[in-house]
């Protein structure tokens, strides 16, 4: 069974068990201070799992592709990808723990044909200090589960990882209570960090048993399911959101209880093939093929180099097809390196012409069963990334002669850390890279080279940090005067809409460029086109009225709770905040009508122009659909 099959068979097992399938959010995030990428199939839902009424119900499935960049130095294992595809379902205050497990089991043994004999899981063990019980529940649930496929659960307490990795397990033992370091879910992490009024709770893991021959007692200890070795392979996640935390640090039970589950698409493929390594599946293996014929060169001998190739191509890819363009900001800069480590693991394999062009026709048709919603510019990421490695091997070509260069006029002999930094900062060639190129031209480096790059890193970084302070870090593309001005229509866009349309809509986004403005904003409808008139028509006015526009700092608490400021990530300003008021007051007035007060109070790092009038007319472009709740206006000020 490949991962697009395994992909159908898990929503149209969800759907024939009540739920609606709901559209993946885009990986690249806009206008979202805490991450570049959507990084679970959780984050989407995040406001309905903290109580926001779903408008497709109670619930929910999906399949959602996401990246965790944090685990790029670990791609080049058996099991590490920095992006992966992961699969979804949620009850919202609609069935628990029974049903969940239940029909987990029942996907996992029954549609994907996995081994009940080799599944195992793990449970919350409980905290006594917080008054929360251990999860015998789920335990009790599991064991039954196990009962009648025939298989053995007894249940067994770890504690923590290293009480396993000293332990082990006992034949028989299937189900395992962990501490909260491993079982507790929470926005914070453990129980301790959990944020106040939060819905946080326990969940219950489901791993792969791969054998006893891929346990490296000597590297990791004894395995067991929380093991950091080869033999367990987490698949799933079922978090039972049945808690909240109060003001005193202590937790009480919800009234409607959440499941978030999460399961890896490629990790289940991996199973259903008995293959601990994620890169033998579907979605990786003809890339790997791929990579053998271009470098002639077998992939058992060259893990490390393959993998990675193959991993941050296929990342590559699904960002370009969402439309991201290589930059040196943000999100393109993350898109840019993905390409650049690419081509220089290609090097290392001896692959020195251009291999893009061949290696992404081969990722397309991996993703032909994803639609043109989820991946829209899917036509233009062969020109995209062949147009960047193209500009990356020139810089590399660059480098080599400045490097011989160097080598040639070197007084001492010897190249220092300093210069093999001047040539990754000039001409973004790689320190790995000129290192091994010193040593294949017959040079010599500084006995100190890595002291002397870290040295020259470390001045450069602090004059970079001297250099932003006071710059703006509101995510404009830049500051110029037209991104300014469609920042201020944004913050008059959005007082129409819940002037004219509804009260509680709340930005869900923005991308603001020297020619449009684009924002996104939760409602349960498309907008008509008598609407979207109204919201025009209001901006202007307020445009042609010509409000001032002004700013004050406040203490955050009383810029929400007083001033009654919009916001959309209050707990996560500082404790002082900017505040930008437009209209006839200041923000400590209350704001009235179009004539008089104020139109707009917004929580905001600035820039803004100093009169509404500056901006010229206000047109709406388009309106679509952005995700589930979520709708899309793009304008133009002409």
Known sequence: MNANEIRKKFLDFQVKHGHKVIPPAPIVLEN???????????????PYLLGQPHPE????????????LQDIEDVGDPRHTTVFEMLGNWSLGDYFKKEQIENFFE???KEVGLDPEKIYVTCFIGNEKYGIPKDTEAAEIWQNVFKKAGVEAKIVEIGSAANGDKRGINPGERIFFYDDKENWWSRGGGIETTPLGDPCGPD????????????DIKKYGKSHPASDGARFMEIGNQVFMQYKRKEDGTFEELEHKNVDFGGGLERITAASINSFDVFKISLLAPIIEKLEELSHKNYDNNTDEMRIIADHLRGAYLLAAQG????????????????????????????????????LPVIETNYQDLSDDILPSRKNVLEVLTKEENAFRKTINKGLRELHRMAASSAAGALTGYDLFKLQDTYGFPLELSVEEVYKMGFTLSKDYLTEFESALSEQRERSKTASKGMFKGGL?????????YHTACHLLLAALQDEIDPNIAQKGSNLTPERLRFDFNIDHKLTSEELKKVEDRVNAWIEADFPVVYAEYD???AFDTLHAHGSFRDRYPDRVTVYAIGTGTP??????????????EICGGPHVTHTGELGKFKITKEESSSAGVRRIKAILE
């Open 32 to 46: 979202d201070p805490t991450t570049l990428f959507t990084g679970s199939g959780m984050q989407p839902l995040l």
């Open 57 to 68: 119900g109670t619930r929910l499935t999906d399949s959602q592709p996401s990246m965790r």
């Open 107 to 109: 996907f996992l043994t």
């Open 204 to 215: 219950s893991e489901v791993f792969y048993d791969f054998g006893e021959d891929k346990q």
């Open 324 to 359: 991201l363009l290589p930059s040196n900001k943000a999100q393109g800069y993350a898109l840019r390196r993905l390409v650049r480590r690419a081509i220089l693991k290609a090097l290392d394999l001896g692959i020195g012409q251009e291999f893009l062009a061949e290696i």
């Open 477 to 485: 593309s830049d500051t110029g005067d037209q991104t300014v001005k």
């Open 556 to 558: 955050k608490d009383y």
């Open 588 to 601: 400590e007035d209350t704001p009235d009508t179009i004539d008089t007060g104020l139109i707009s109070i």
